[in-house]
């Protein structure tokens, strides 16, 4: 059963960091591209990074390209969204998603989903 946990959100200032993890159990990460997405209020969720099945190139957002890292632990199975330089248009809810042998990750339906870790940027 596949499962995800994300966790590190929180309230932090414009030009903070922070640091998503996801714990991954369930499914060979290899096999699934794996993302990381987000929600803002009112608008619709998109994603923010991820890598395609069988692949180990990362698609950036253009809005985060520069500023945010994804990467992963294969020893531990988990995913982490290193976000540096956050603006209040990075607030949003965060999820990381998993897909089975979906080969290019920006484009595809994902079934796994976490419950996701809100993020806020503000004075």
């Known amino acids: 059963q596949v499962q995800l946990v994300e966790s590190g959100g929180g309230l932090v200032q414009p030009g903070a960091s922070l640091r998503l993890s996801c714990a991954a159990s369930?499914?060979?990460?290899?096999?699934?591209?794996i993302g990381w997405f987000r929600q803002a209020p009112g608008k619709a969720r998109e994603v923010v990074s991820c890598?395609?099945?069988?692949?180990?190139?990362?698609y950036y957002a253009d809005s985060v390209q520069g500023r945010f890292t994804f990467s992963r632990d294969d020893a531990k199975n988990t995913l982490y969204l290193q976000m540096n330089s956050l603006n209040p248009d990075d607030t949003a809810v965060y999820y990381c998603?998993?897909?089975?042998?979906?080969?290019?990750?920006?484009?595809?339906?994902?079934?796994?989903w976490g419950q996701g870790t809100q993020v806020t940027v503000s004075t």
């Open positions: 998603a998993a897909e089975w042998e979906l080969w290019e990750c920006w484009s595809g339906e994902y079934d796994h």
């Open positions: 369930g499914f060979p990460l290899d096999d699934y591209a």
């Open positions: 890598i395609s099945a069988g692949d180990n190139v990362t």
